[in-house]
């Protein structure tokens, strides 16, 4: 194979049993490199607490808590290879996460990175988010360093390039961001054992954009799709989130939101958790212009902490219905 040309420094070889001293990582400990059964790499790598994380603050999500399951499952039996000296080149990991807005791809990326880094495939387990603005040009010769500037900052880790296809303008011969994009594919191909990429967006288009580029289609081994949530579902992403913010429904609230969902999930630009997120910092904001014109109750934390069923039936969702 040729030398990459774009090497990014930084990046380490890939390495077994024979591991030279301080190769191990915290979260890598020298007994993960020495295990021998696939439960001595889960405890000792410590991956199950992400699971059960995922399990806990995700709502629904089965068939993309699976696929992480699978690519673990990958990790862990690469590990137990090298631990017996089967070398082999490091398993492909370049991801493609696709969904509508607010189907929980930036959350999930994150905990991606955390087991990647947990069973020792990447050093440091950060996310770098970015979009077509942070690794495209508008001038001849700006593109290369900005690509190469974004991916140093994620080696180690993993590159999240949001609306990905925006990277690729059929219609404009002298698009910039075709050199992004051939930049992207050496150092996947080149360095794909101390980063992983992941692209993501909408499902339709990012098909059409791997059509136009097989190559970087070549390079994603696991396309993972994320389904929109159900009413059901997005009910309880709106009593998790309230929790985890120290409020809760009141009586009759949650009704009230369940109505509201109803309503919102017909109209146009419906975000899924996103707008769970959105509509819950309204009635937020309701219930405190609420409170504050109680001058002189005293509130109590029962008081400071309920959303009642006026401050989600105040919403203009309601007023806009028939
Ligand atoms: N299954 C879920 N359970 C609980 N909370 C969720 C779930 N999915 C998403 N969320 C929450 O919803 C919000 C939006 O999720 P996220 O940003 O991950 O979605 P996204 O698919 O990346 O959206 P976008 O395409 O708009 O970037 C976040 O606050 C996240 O914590
Ligand atoms: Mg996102």
Known sequence: MNAPLYAIPGATARTGAAAPEGAGTAAEPNAVRTARTVGEVLRESQVEAVFDELERDLVGLAPVKQRIRDVAALLVIDKLRLNVGLQAQAPS????????????????????????????????????????????GQYIGHTAPKTKEVLKKAMGG???????????????????????????????????????????????????????????????????????????????????????????????????????????????????????????DRARLRQASRLFAEHDAVLDAEALSTISSEDIRASRVFAAAP
């Open 93 to 136: 990991l370049h991801m493609s996460f696709t969904g509508n807005p607010g189907t929980g791809k930036t959350t999930v990326a994150l905990r991606m990175a955390a087991i990647l880094h947990r069973l020792g495939y990447v050093r440091k387990g950060h996310l770098v988010a970015v979009t077509r603005d942070d690794l495209v």
């Open 158 to 280: 993993v590159l999240f390039i949001d609306e990905a296809y925006y990277l690729y303008r059929p219609e404009n011969e002298r698009d910039y961001g075709q050199e992004a994009i051939e930049i992207l594919l050496q150092v996947m191909e080149n360095q794909r054992d101390d980063l992983v990429v992941i692209l993501a967006g909408y499902k339709d288009r990012m098909d059409t954009f791997f059509k136009s580029n097989p190559g970087l289609s070549s390079r994603i081994a696991h396309h993972i799709d994320f389904p929109d949530y159900g009413e059901g579902e997005l009910l309880q992403i709106a009593e998790r989130m309230l929790a985890g913010l120290n409020y809760r429904f009141g009586a009759g609230a949650r009704e009230a939101f369940a109505d509201y969902l109803g309503l919102r999930l017909r109209q146009p630009h419906f975000a899924n958790a996103r707008s769970v997120r959105n509509a819950l």
